[in-house]
C-alpha cells in the first residue's frame, strides 16, 4: 500500500511539473506577453511615485516609494491571479483541458502547476520592483527576513485569489463573463484596502471594508516591514487570514474542476 501511495504522488509530482513547464514554455515563446508582464510593474512604479511624490500627508515613510513599494508587491499577486484565467479559457477554447481531464493526470496537479506559473511569474516581476525601487531610494527595514516573509504572506493570498479566479474561469469558460466578474472582484479589492494609500486618509466606511479585505491584511503585515520593522501582531492576522483564504479556495477550485470534467 505504501509502495502504491509512492507512486501515486511520484506521477502527481510529475503531472504537476509538466503542467508548469507547460505553462512556462507558453509564457517563454511569447515574447511580447512576457515583455509586457516584465515591464508593467516597473510602469506602474514610476507613474504612481510621481503622481503621489507630492503627497505626504499621513505617511509614516519620507518617500511615496517607500510607501508604495510593498503595496505594489501585493497589488501584484492581485493582478497576477487573472493570468491563470485567462490560460485556462485558452485551453478550454482549444479542448486541452477537457482532453487533459478525460486521461489519468492528477486533477490536483493541474490546479498546482498552474499556482506555480503564478508564483514564478510573480517572483519575477517582485524582483523588479525590489531593484527598481531601491535605485529610486527605497529600502527594506527587516531586511532579507523581511523580504522572505513577504512572500510568504503575499504567495497565501495570491493561492487564495488564483484559486477563486480559475474557480470562476472554469465555471463560465467564456471569457466576457469571466472579464467583467474578474474586474468586478479585484478592482475593488485593491481600491478598498491601503495599497495607495494610508488607511487613516480614507473615509470611514471604507475603513470598515478593509477589515473584511484579506488584500488588506497583506499589506498591513508587508508595509511594516519596508518601513519600521516586524509587526508580528499584524503579520500573525496577515498569516491566518491570508491561509483560511488560500485554503478555501483551493477546495473551491477543486470542487469547480471536478464539476468540468464531470
Not at 490546479?111 to 531593484?131: E, M, R, S
Not at 527598481?132 to 527587516?142: D, K, Q
Request: charged letters at 10%; aromatic letters at 12%; proline letters at 4%.
Amino acid at each position: 500500500m505504501d509502495e502504491e501511495a509512492s507512486i501515486v504522488m511520484l506521477d502527481g509530482l510529475w503531472d504537476t511539473w509538466y503542467t508548469l513547464l507547460r505553462y512556462l514554455r507558453t509564457f517563454v515563446h511569447n515574447p511580447f506577453w512576457m515583455l509586457i508582464l516584465l515591464i508593467q510593474p516597473m510602469v506602474w512604479l514610476v507613474l504612481f511615485t510621481q503622481l503621489f511624490q507630492s503627497i505626504t500627508l499621513g505617511f509614516t515613510s519620507g518617500s511615496y516609494v517607500q510607501f508604495f513599494a510593498p503595496g505594489l508587491i501585493v497589488m501584484l499577486a492581485v493582478f497576477n491571479a487573472n493570468a491563470l484565467a485567462f490560460r485556462l479559457l485558452n485551453d478550454i477554447n482549444y479542448g486541452v483541458l477537457e482532453k487533459m481531464i478525460a486521461t489519468p493526470v492528477n486533477r490536483y496537479s493541474l490546479i498546482v502547476g498552474g499556482l506555480l506559473y503564478i508564483a514564478v511569474t510573480w517572483v519575477l516581476q517582485v524582483v523588479i520592483v525590489l531593484i527598481v525601487s531601491f535605485l529610486m531610494g527605497a529600502t527594506v527595514a527587516t531586511g532579507v527576513g523581511g523580504v522572505l516573509m513577504t512572500f510568504l504572506i503575499v504567495s497565501l493570498l495570491g493561492i487564495g485569489l488564483t484559486g477563486f479566479v480559475a474557480a470562476i474561469a472554469v465555471t463560465m469558460k467564456r471569457p466576457e463573463p469571466v472579464v467583467l466578474i474578474v474586474n468586478l472582484i479585484t478592482l475593488p479589492l485593491m481600491f478598498l484596502s491601503s495599497i495607495l494609500i494610508p488607511a487613516s486618509l480614507a473615509p470611514q466606511w471604507i475603513q470598515n471594508v478593509m477589515k473584511f479585505n484579506p488584500v488588506n491584511y497583506a499589506i498591513l503585515a508587508v508595509r511594516p516591514m519596508f518601513l519600521t520593522g516586524f509587526d508580528w501582531t499584524a503579520i500573525a492576522q496577515a498569516l491566518v487570514v491570508c491561509g483560511v483564504f488560500a485554503v478555501v479556495a483551493i477546495f473551491v477550485e477543486t470542487a469547480a474542476f471536478r464539476r468540468f470534467g464531470g
